[in-house]
């Protein structure tokens, strides 16, 4: 552990300590902010102070990311409800970009945008003794990128895996057909956003409708890789489908381009080299998932592991490109309507399960006004789900047979 986190985790069991004003049972108690008390101060040589005015004092925690340069606050538990972005980013010069909201059950977290390396200095709580008003307050120092880097990184438990990988998904019998549907984004990552609609809602609606659908289906067990409005990280969401046995993972999302007007339901393969500028742009920002909700991917594969995981992929990338094709016939049956372009590739993250036959589908994009109209309506819902389901079952029993005679 270096010396930045011992004093932060020293600063903590202070604050604890010292913070008399509130009962236990407060302090776990969900905090609000109050916008109009919260800020960020310009001060001399490049210093400035971040202060998040709270109703309570409650747990929290700071630490730093570098690649690129971010500050996360968790907190246990706050309610961001009317605070902009735009109140504690100041003019910019400190702070580039803020995001906040629920990360885990029981816990918010803060990811602020750096725009140059900063240390934190005297990171304090402070509340009223009066009405336990607590002020919580940061400094920024400038410093060197190398002397940054050595400050920043992650603790152990930034992800939480213990609440992100629910206990609850175990391995399902080797004769039960397993589909594993991912609900895109969730908690503090929104997803694209228009109307007041978010991308994380209308898909976490549509993967309950879906699993409804395939559960009335025979001999099938449906699992999500979240139930609820939470962060989950692109490796979870994958590890999901491996702890559950899956035979398909199944990925939802529909997210906004303005390049060329992109509208229409599509689906997406894993591929090294994406098959248009515009599914390299859609696969660029699925992959920041994880740096945006504060957290870093796992790495690359050493070089042994990818050689395994290719041998793997020469089985599983057929199967995965039928499923596609089966799924896409459904869902033009259906009625669609399916982009001009509808199958495509790129480098999706949540899609490289060696062994699991993937797909990631955009049901729509919330930039196209027709896309939104159909996600929101209820009907067109129900059809959309049908055709899925009609695509999954055609490809199990396909698959089913094409295996049994490889075997044969």
Do not use: C
Not at 119 to 132: E, V
Not at 236 to 248: G, S
Not at 297 to 318: F, H, K, N, Y
Request: aromatic residues 6%.
């Amino acid at each position: 552990m270096t010396l930045h986190f011992r004093a932060i985790l020293a600063m903590l069991v202070a604050i604890l300590l010292s913070v008399t004003v509130a009962s236990a049972q407060d302090l776990h108690a969900v905090a609000r902010v109050d916008p109009d008390e919260s800020g960020l101060t310009n001060g001399w040589f490049g210093r400035a102070t971040l202060t998040i005015a709270l109703s309570h004092g409650v747990p929290f925690r700071v630490f730093t990311l570098d690649a690129p340069a971010r500050l996360v606050i968790d907190f246990r538990e706050v309610d961001f409800s009317g605070l902009s972005p735009d109140t504690l980013k100041g003019d910019g010069t400190v702070l580039t970009d803020v995001r906040f909201g629920r990360f885990q059950p029981g816990w918010s977290r803060l990811i602020a945008d750096l725009a140059q390396p900063y240390l934190t200095k005297d990171i304090t709580l402070r509340a009223d003794n009066g009405d336990g008003i607590a002020q919580l307050e940061l400094q920024f120092v400038p410093t060197e990128p190398e002397v940054f880097a050595a400050a920043a990184g992650a603790p152990k438990d930034a992800l939480w895996p213990d609440e992100a990988l629910d206990r609850r998904i175990a391995p399902v019998e080797d004769d039960q057909f397993v589909v594993v549907i991912d609900p895109g984004h969730g908690g503090i990552d929104p997803g694209a956003e228009r109307d007041g609609e978010t991308e994380k809602d209308l898909m976490l609606r549509f993967a309950q409708s879906l699993r409804d659908a395939l559960e009335r289906a025979d001999d099938v067990e449906v699992l999500l890789t979240r139930d609820d409005d939470r962060f989950v990280s692109l490796e979870a969401r994958v590890a999901h489908a491996h702890q559950a046995n899956a035979d398909l993972f199944l990925s939802l999302h529909a997210d906004a381009l303005s390049q060329g007007g992109a509208q229409g339901a599509t689906l997406y393969l894993l591929s090294d080299e994406a098959s248009d500028a515009a599914t390299a742009h859609l696969a660029a920002r699925h992959n920041r998932a994880d740096i945006i909700a504060g957290a870093d991917l796992t790495g690359s594969d050493d070089e042994i592991a990818s050689v395994l995981l290719d041998l793997a992929r020469q089985e599983t990338e057929p199967r995965s490109e039928q499923l596609a094709q089966m799924l896409l016939s459904g869902m033009r049956d259906a009625g669609g309507p399916m982009n001009r372009r509808p199958l495509r590739k790129a480098g999706f993250s949540v899609l490289k399960s060696a062994d699991i036959p993937s797909v990631l589908v955009e049901l729509g994009f919330l930039s196209s006004t027709r896309d939104l109209n159909n996600l929101k309506d209820s009907a067109w819902r129900d059809r959309m789900v049908g055709g899925i389901v009609a695509g999954i079952l055609d490809w199990r029993d396909a698959d089913a047979a094409r295996r049994s005679l490889v075997r044969q």
